[in-house]
């Protein structure tokens, strides 16, 4: 059984920081890829940004350097260090691990990221 964990959600003023970290438990194999995805209300869920197990990354179009993904193989564990934010950011924030072996998906239960003074 695969679960994800997010943490590090909150309230920050614009131009802030934020740090998200999402841990995973079970077995997720040695080929996949972990992602960062969010949901602003009324919109439909996009990427912010994955990485794949051998470190090649891939940002959303709108994340323009503001923001970046690690991971910690060893830990199983992907963080998303987000710079510059703007109200625009505010959404759910979910990880997810992709198995490439299966193509299997699985997510967090979400995070809320609000972007206000």
């Known amino acids: 059984q695969v679960q994800l964990v997010e943490s590090g959600g909150g309230l920050v003023q614009p131009g802030g920081s934020m740090r998200l970290s999402c841990e995973v438990s079970?077995?997720?194999?040695?080929?996949?890829?972990m992602g960062w995805y969010r949901q602003a209300p009324g919109k439909e869920r996009e990427l912010v940004a994955t990485?794949?197990?051998?470190?090649?990354?891939k940002y959303g179009d709108f994340v323009k350097g503001r923001f970046a993904i690690s991971r910690d193989n060893a830990a199983n564990t992907m963080y998303l260090q987000m710079n510059s934010l703007k109200p625009e950011d505010t959404a759910v924030y979910y990880c997810?691990?992709?198995?490439?072996?299966?193509?299997?998906?699985?997510w967090g239960q979400g995070t809320q990221v609000t972007v206000s003074s």
């Open positions: 997810n691990v992709r198995l490439m072996s299966t193509m299997t998906d699985y």
């Open positions: 079970g077995s997720i194999f040695s080929r996949n890829v």
């Open positions: 990485i794949f197990t051998g470190g090649v990354i």
